[in-house]
């Protein structure tokens, strides 16, 4: 019987085969979910005027676009938290990752549901925005409070989630020798960073936040972009 149980190298191979296709996910996740949502928001507010209106089609594209990306970012989490866990059978120290991973977890899923009851409030949001997004927040908040702090919890605990992220890639970048999956952890600690900005001007006037959301949508594509390339790794770079 104990010969059919997997070996150390093994679940190292099973760990990056799933480090893999959190990468994958995160990166579309990361398009839908964040970069093109905010370069819609950003565009009609900063952009040419004619370019992008302000409208109920817009807010509700926005809005499914969060869901679908939220949605794939939830699923790249749990992807990368069971990485965590294949690997600390053999390696304790990623323990604690993938116990953040699986706070994200929750945390994801809330703001899937706070996104879904965005769906149904579109042309109310529309006219309490009046083109400025940095009201989202306080205009969520007033037309939704449900989906306001179901949305609020979600962030922090995904941002939770993101900490298991940096630990655990940059762990499994040492552990397996890879570069790119320390480059990766880097990079998530650097996006936990620029997310920070643009949520604290949501409660409070922050000058110049909006180039800090410049530099978010090209971390949420680079970030897992580097996992997924770190992750695909020989055998021969597995322990045995």
């Known amino acids: 019987m104990a010969a059919n149980l997997p070996g150390p190298g ?8 799933r480090l893999a296709i959190g990468g994958g996910l995160g990166v579309a996740g990361g398009l839908l979910g964040i970069a093109l949502p905010l370069g819609l928001l950003l565009v009609a507010a900063y952009g040419p005027s004619g370019l992008f209106a302000w409208s ?3 807010v509700l594209a926005t809005s499914i676009l969060l869901l679908a990306g939220g949605f794939l970012l939830l699923l790249s989490l749990f992807a990368y938290r069971r990485a965590f866990v294949a690997i600390r059978k053999v390696d304790r120290r990623f323990v604690s990752a993938s116990v953040l991973c699986l706070v994200g977890t929750l945390g994801f899923l809330l703001l899937v549901i706070s996104a879904a009851t965005l769906l149904g409030s579109t042309s109310s949001l529309l006219s309490c925005l009046h083109g400025q997004p940095t009201h989202a927040l306080t205009c969520v908040r007033a037309q939704s409070p449900l989906g306001a702090y179901t949305g609020l919890a979600g962030f922090w605990l995904g ?5 298991g992220i940096v630990l655990g890639l940059g762990l499994a970048g040492r552990r397996f020798r890879r570069r790119a999956l320390g480059g ?27 180039f800090v959301l410049l530099v978010a949508p090209i971390l949420v594509l680079l970030a897992p972009a580097l996992a997924y390339s770190g992750s695909r790794a020989l055998p021969s770079t597995v322990r045995r």
Do not use: K
């Open 159 to 163: 941002w939770l989630g993101g900490v």
């Open 56 to 58: 109920t089609t817009l």
């Open 10 to 17: 093994d679940l190292d191979l099973s760990g990056l085969r």
């Open 184 to 210: 990766a952890s880097v990079l998530y600690a650097l996006l936990l960073l620029a997310l920070l900005g643009p949520f604290i001007a949501l409660l409070y006037p922050v000058p110049g936040v909006e």
